[in-house]
């Protein structure tokens, strides 16, 4: 289900590239072993419904509990598998998911670059095919109007071919784009050669013209195959970072972003005249100096300067403001780039370890759901088990949003799910370990009655 949600959103960029099976397997590969971080709760949920559930409907959970072992007890073995799991998890997160988000992000970049639309542009003639020189007038997708094609391929022949309208498409090796043109002529210039005549030197350009109602030109394209890019151009993404390489990125980046900020602190107040007669003040003077300057006896009043030198002073002073405002301006954008492209290296670093957390809390989700509704199978756990996985999806993805916004912290965004689904867990425990309903409004009295009571004791 979710490999052909992949598919759906880039269904444009892989039909009618013939892209050989084997780089399609390859994507898959890649992309499945991405998908484990949403495949893997929801598996986790459905299996323990339906194996504590199909204990419970069976009867076995009971004669488990009647000879005494309560459902923790019976759950003990089953926990230890899980934790299990979750350092797996962890594992798997931090050291393969990243190798694999790299790799199908460079499959898919290559793929989307051997694009047809990228050969023909509306309105411009195209080079990028040797031998070859395309220009259509007006069209997307496959279907175009006015095309022209010149021919170079043969240096004794200059081939022009024009249609009103066509369609492309390529072979399924690739190697070849068919255009299926309607109304069109095709133009052949052959080189110029002398010929003697009448005692005369002349040279000519045999040529020749015919016209078609329906043809089919072949172009070979074996230049312009997938290409496959350096992976190099990738990693520098959060996405393919581990735990211990974001560490290192967000301290290098914090580390430059300060040796920048001090750097323009530097600069404003160096340029800035009371920083600089500061500045002056203690590198050019001693203090025994200053103890024996004299106050000069004229003090120079502000009605003896000049109106133009008060009109030029002022100029200088609103330009200098100017360009310190546009300073600072920049300066808080790329602060506000730097704080957002930290804060998704920091969800990166949180998702890893939220997923082995959520796993751990789904489990305690699901097994005492299956020991309350006592049924196993694939009929009322798999639905059960889509709601609750559908709104662990909603309460991620709505986290993970908040943080990217900055609304919330990256810690808090991205462990939302498993701090609203933990007292959900905890919850479903007590009632499935005491045989209680769960929305028993007097089992919930009785209790709080009972913790009443302990602190009155107390």
Known sequence: MLIMQFFWKYIDDLMGKGI????????????????????????????????????????????????????????????????????????????VIPVANLKWRTIIYDIQETKISTILTPGKYNNQLDGYSIKIDKGNDSKFEGIT??????????KTVKAERGEVFKSKNGLYLFFNLENGQVFEELSSFSGTGSGSNSNFHPSRRYSFDDATYKIDISGFKMNKSDEDLFKDKHEMYNVFQINQAVDSIQKQTNAILNNFVEGLKNSHPYFQAH??????????????????????????IAIPDLRQAYNMSISKMRTSKDNLQSQKLFTETIIEEVSKFYIEFNRKFSLTATILVLFFVGAPLGAIIRKGGFGAPVVIAALLFMVYFILNSVGESLANEGVVSPFWGMWMATFILSPVAIILMRSAANDSKVFNKDSWIKFFKKKTKKDTTI
């Open 20 to 95: 050989s099976i084997t780089v399609i397997l390859e994507l898959l590969f890649f992309v499945s072993a991405s998908l484990i971080p949403l495949a893997l709760p929801l598996a986790m949920l459905l299996s323990s419904i339906m194996t504590i559930g199909n204990l419970a409907e069976n009867n076995e959970l009971t004669a488990l509990k009647s000879s005494g072992l309560s459902l923790y007890r019976i759950l003990r073995p089953l926990t230890g598998v899980v934790l299990l799991i979750c350092l797996g998890t962890f594992y798997f997160a931090n050291f």
């Open 149 to 158: 094609i010149h021919d170079h391929t043969n240096l004794n022949v200059v």
């Open 279 to 304: 500045k002056f003040k203690h590198d050019s003077i001693s203090l025994r100096v200053i103890d024996t300057m004299t106050i000069p006896n004229e003090i120079v009043k502000l009605s003896d």
